[in-house]
């Protein structure tokens, strides 16, 4: 079973930051929650990882709270094409590595 | 990033038959491959886990002798469908974990996937 919880869908305007929340409680202090995301009919695409420091890179921020039981991808600009089905993940590193999906978020930008 | 491949993007067989999908990863070696298979409007479900040179290890309720994968060099990995049923069709997408630098954490990247349909 998927280690987090997320919404199954959230809305956001174009040009504004979309918030994407992700909560995994039982997270152990070697697991690194990745975020990935599908736009339809595609595979997933790698958005951004971490441990327990906040990342950023060219599409993204990830913010992980203190205690590392949820956390929140941050989409600084949304535009029309991020529209997709969010994934948040929690790297099984003592089983290889496998990535057992949830049912994601479903965001819809809207013009 | 990362690239990996998928041969075919699509194929219809006839029931009966088999099928074999590639997955390729271009700019690095892969230890480590994936198979999923995901639904219409559902999840993506893990099927198998692929070792190169070793046997595959699959998920509780994926039957080894109806998907056999085979992971001969580190850059493809195959999956083939044997014996398809309509029940079969399906999108199938595998990954593949590239090594981190200097000893970072691994990050899969996934292939675009094969939809099957199985008339």
């Given at each position: 079973?998927a280690?987090t919880?997320?919404?199954?869908?959230?809305?956001?305007?174009e040009?504004?930051?979309?918030?994407?929340?992700?909560?995994h409680?039982?997270i152990?202090?070697?697991?690194?929650?990745?975020?990935?995301r599908q736009i339809?009919s595609?595979?997933p695409?790698y958005?951004?990882?971490?441990?327990?420091?906040n990342e950023?890179?060219e599409m993204?921020?990830l913010i992980?709270?203190?205690d590392?039981?949820s956390s929140?991808?941050?989409?600084p600009?949304a535009?029309?094409r991020?529209?997709?089905?969010?994934?948040c993940i929690v790297d099984l590193?003592?089983q290889?590595?496998k990535?057992?999906?949830?049912?994601?978020?479903?965001?819809?930008?809207?013009? | 990033?990362?690239?990996v491949?998928q041969?075919?993007?699509?194929?219809i067989?006839k029931?009966?038959?088999s099928?074999?999908?590639?997955c390729?990863s271009?700019?690095?070696?892969?230890t480590t491959?994936f198979?999923y298979r995901?639904?219409?409007?559902?999840s993506l479900?893990?099927?198998?886990?692929s070792?190169?040179?070793s046997k595959a290890t699959?998920?509780?309720?994926?039957?080894?002798?109806?998907?056999?994968?085979?992971?001969?060099?580190?850059t493809l990995?195959t999956?083939?469908?044997t014996?398809?049923h309509?029940e079969?069709?399906s999108f199938?997408?595998?990954s593949?974990?590239?090594?981190?630098?200097r000893?970072?954490?691994?990050?899969q990247?996934?292939?675009?996937?094969?939809?099957?349909?199985?008339?």
């Amino acid at each position: 079973d998927a280690k987090t919880t997320q919404p199954p869908s959230m809305d956001c305007a174009e040009g504004r930051a979309a918030n994407l929340p992700c909560n995994h409680s039982t997270i152990s202090g070697n697991e690194y929650v990745y975020w990935y995301r599908q736009i339809h009919s595609q595979g997933p695409q790698y958005i951004i990882h971490g441990l327990k420091n906040n990342e950023t890179n060219e599409m993204a921020s990830l913010i992980i709270t203190e205690d590392r039981k949820s956390s929140t991808l941050i989409l600084p600009h949304a535009t029309l094409r991020d529209t997709a089905v969010y994934y948040c993940i929690v790297d099984l590193y003592n089983q290889g590595g496998k990535l057992i999906f949830g049912q994601g978020t479903e965001l819809s930008v809207k013009p | 990033g990362a690239v990996v491949s998928q041969h075919p993007s699509w194929v219809i067989c006839k029931s009966g038959t088999s099928v074999k999908i590639e997955c390729r990863s271009l700019d690095f070696q892969a230890t480590t491959m994936f198979w999923y298979r995901q639904f219409p409007k559902q999840s993506l479900m893990l099927m198998a886990t692929s070792n190169e040179g070793s046997k595959a290890t699959y998920e509780q309720g994926v039957e080894k002798d109806k998907f056999l994968i085979n992971h001969a060099s580190l850059t493809l990995s195959t999956l083939t469908v044997t014996s398809a049923h309509p029940e079969d069709s399906s999108f199938y997408i595998c990954s593949a974990r590239k090594p981190g630098l200097r000893g970072l954490q691994e990050t899969q990247y996934f292939g675009p996937g094969t939809r099957l349909l199985v008339l």
